[in-house]
């Protein structure tokens, strides 16, 4: 099956996903959209009151917040993968709850196993919750890290920034990042890279990995 399949598959199971609380009370649910080759994937929270009514990611004020910082590094939101953590809405709008987060886990999973994105992108600290537990966002935001050799990069929510306009300059420098995290993802995981190499390190000599932090 083509990965364009296995997501439409995957959506078709998250649109009647009764696997906990939060699919009492959405109109519709929220799979994810974006092309099945994008390179890099972004995750949100959850969907708002628009993404409950549409069944669509980011289709609100934050959202459109969200294509012009893509426009910035001369992307359109068609050419990335946009998903949430939570596939519905928390009623209120409150932060998922353990159970939530744990029952939509396993779509986010495949989505990611499907996508193979060369960097994702996590919106707010709930997202970012998910590759760096014990992190704090004002902290991290903006730096990548591998995570089970993937480059993971937490960023501040797009709603962040509108409702504190002081952040809107770090949101923007941080976006600016991103074409030279996917090309060093890239580089890393070329044909070229993954060839053995000739000299082997000394056996005293430990293997360093990267990080961005």
Same mark, same amino acid.
């Given at each position: 099956m083509e990965a364009k399949q296995v997501l439409e598959a995957i959506a078709a199971e998250v649109r009647v996903c009764e696997q906990c609380k939060l699919f009492s009370s959405r109109k519709h649910s929220v799979p994810g959209e974006g092309p099945a080759n994008a390179e890099i994937m972004f995750i949100g929270e959850g969907p708002g009151f628009y993404e409950n009514e549409q069944g669509r990611p980011f289709v609100g004020a934050a959202g459109k917040f969200l294509s012009e910082l #893509? *426009?910035? &590094?001369?992307?359109?939101?068609?050419?990335?993968? &946009? *998903?949430n953590v939570v596939k519905c809405r928390p009623p209120g709008n409150r932060d998922p709850e353990p159970d939530e987060l744990e029952a939509c886990d396993k779509y986010l999973e495949r989505q990611i196993a499907t996508i193979n994105p060369h960097l994702i992108v996590t919106l707010g600290r709930i997202s970012m919750?998910?590759?760096f537990p014990d992190a704090r966002i004002s902290s991290i935001h903006g730096q990548a890290r591998w995570v089970k050799d993937r480059l993971v990069v937490a960023m501040y929510h797009p709603a962040a920034a509108l409702h504190q306009?002081? #952040?809107r300059p770090t949101l923007e420098n941080d976006f600016k990042k991103l074409p030279g995290y996917v090309e060093e /993802?890239?580089?890393?995981? /070329?044909? *070229? *890279?993954?060839?053995?190499?000739?000299?082997?390190?000394? $056996? $005293? !000599?430990?293997?360093? !990995? #990267? /990080? #961005?932090?």
């Open positions: #893509l *426009a910035g &590094i001369h992307l359109k939101r068609e050419e990335v993968f &946009i *998903a919750g998910k590759f306009p002081a #952040l /993802s890239k580089k890393k995981h /070329s044909p *070229a *890279a993954a060839r053995p190499e000739e000299k082997k390190p000394a $056996d $005293d !000599q430990e293997p360093t !990995q #990267l /990080s #961005l932090f």
